[in-house]
C-alpha cells in the first residue's frame, strides 16, 4: 500500500535521520516551493535593477522558510509521517510553526507591493488586487484574534481527536490539503503578531504577547493528552509497518512529546522577533521626534516652559 503517492511507505526501514533526509519529493509542494523561491527572486531583482535596497535579512528569513517546508514535504521525512506519528508530528509543528515565522519575516507582501508595477489609472493589475485584499472585511475577520485563536487550536483536537484526521491521512490530496492548512494556520495567527508586512489586524506590543501566549498553552496540552494517553488515539497509527520496529503507543509518546516541545520553540522566536520590532519602533519615533524638535526650534517645549510661566504669574 503507498499512502504518500511517490513513496512504498509500508516497506520503509527502522527510521534513522539519515533514511529521513533522503530526497523523495511531493511534486505538489516542490513545484509551490520553487515558484515561491522564484517570485521572491524576481522581485529583489527587480528593486535591486531600480536602485532600491531591499534588506540582506528578509530574503534569507524567506528563502529559510520555504526550504524548511521542502524539508518536511520533499525528504522521506514525507513518507516516514505518513506510518509514523512522532515524524508526521515533526512536520506538524515546522510547517505549522516554524515556516511561517520564517516566511512572515521576509515581509513577502511587503516586496510584492514594491515590485509590482502599477495598472495605470482605472485599471486593477497585481498589485491594485492585492491592496484590495488586504484592505477586505474578509481579511479583517481572518487576521482578528477572535478568529486565529480558536483556529490554531481546532486545528490540533478537532484534527486529531476526530475522524477527520484519517479521512485526510486517506488520499494524497488530503495529506496535501491537511498539510497547506497547516502552514495557513500559522501564516493567519503569526501574522498579526510579528508580520513585518502592512495588515488589517496590527495591535500594540503588549496586546500581540498577549495573543502569542493565548495560543500556546493549548499545544503544550495536547502534547501532554498524547503522552499520557494509555492506547493509541489516531486510527492511522495504530498499526506501524513491521518493518519499521516500533510500538504505537511509544511513538504516540513521543509524538507528543514533540509537540509538548514545539509550543515552547515558537514562542521563543516570536517573542524575540517582538521585541527588537518594539525596540526598533521605538528608535524610529524617537529620531522622528527629534527632528521635528529640530525643524520647528522645540515648540512643544517652548510652549510648555510658557504654560508654567503663566502658573507662575497666576501664582504671584
Partial sequence: M??????????????????GLAWSADPFFLVACLL????YGWG????????????????????????????MMCTKLNDY?????????????????????????????TLALRALPPAGRGRKGPRELLLMLLHS???????????????????LYALYFTPLFDTLM??????????VHFLAVGLVFFWP???????????????????LFAGMPFH??????????????VDTFKNPPASLGIDALSDQNAAGGIAWAFSEVPSVLVLLALLFQWYASEERQARRSDRAAERDGDKELAAYNAYLASLNTRGG
Fill in 81 to 109: 509521517g505518513m506510518v509514523m506519528f512522532s515524524v508526521h508530528m515533526v512536520q506538524h509543528m515546522v510547517i505549522s510553526m516554524v515556516s511561517p515565522i520564517l516566511l512572515l519575516l521576509g515581509a513577502p507582501i
Fill in 2 to 19: 503507498d499512502h504518500s503517492g511517490h513513496g512504498m511507505t509500508m516497506d520503509l526501514p527502522p527510521f534513522t535521520l539519515g533514511r
Fill in 220 to 233: 503544550a496540552f495536547f502534547g501532554i493528552a498524547l503522552m499520557m494517553a494509555s492506547s493509541p488515539m
Fill in 44 to 71: 529583489v531583482v527587480r528593486l535591486v535593477r531600480r536602485g532600491d535596497k531591499w534588506p540582506v535579512g528578509r530574503t534569507v528569513a524567506f528563502a529559510a522558510g520555504v526550504l524548511s517546508v521542502a524539508l
Fill in 193 to 211: 503578531i510579528m508580520g513585518v508586512d502592512p495588515g488589517p489586524h496590527r495591535p500594540g506590543y503588549l496586546m500581540r504577547m498577549l495573543e
Fill in 137 to 155: 472585511r474578509y481579511m479583517r475577520i481572518i487576521t482578528h484574534p477572535a478568529f486565529t485563536i480558536p483556529l490554531f487550536i481546532a486545528s
Fill in 36 to 39: 515561491g523561491l522564484a517570485l
Fill in 170 to 179: 486517506g488520499s494524497q490530496a488530503g495529506h496535501i490539503g491537511m498539510m
